[in-house]
């Protein structure tokens, strides 16, 4: 996001499938006052202890790239 404001965008839109309450903070504090519209499918309760997404989710990039079984 920060790219493309340095580049020079002025409005920008985050489309995502999944987020966590946690990660919306992060991106929240890392941005300050920058407006980005956030569009989300769907917003999980939390994050556990491994940084999973809870409810029962898991390791969503672990899963995309098989390496779980």
């Not at 407006?35 to 898991?58: M, T």
Request: proline share 3%; aromatic share 6%; charged share 30%.
């Amino acid at each position: 996001i920060k790219f493309l404001y340095r580049r020079g965008a002025e409005q920008i839109t985050c489309v995502c499938l999944l987020a966590a309450p946690e990660g919306l903070a992060a991106l929240e504090e890392e941005l300050g006052d920058s407006e980005v519209n956030i569009v989300l499918a769907a917003k999980d309760e939390r994050l556990d202890e491994n940084a999973y997404i809870v409810p029962g989710l898991g390791d969503a990039g672990d899963r995309l790239y098989g390496v779980v079984d």
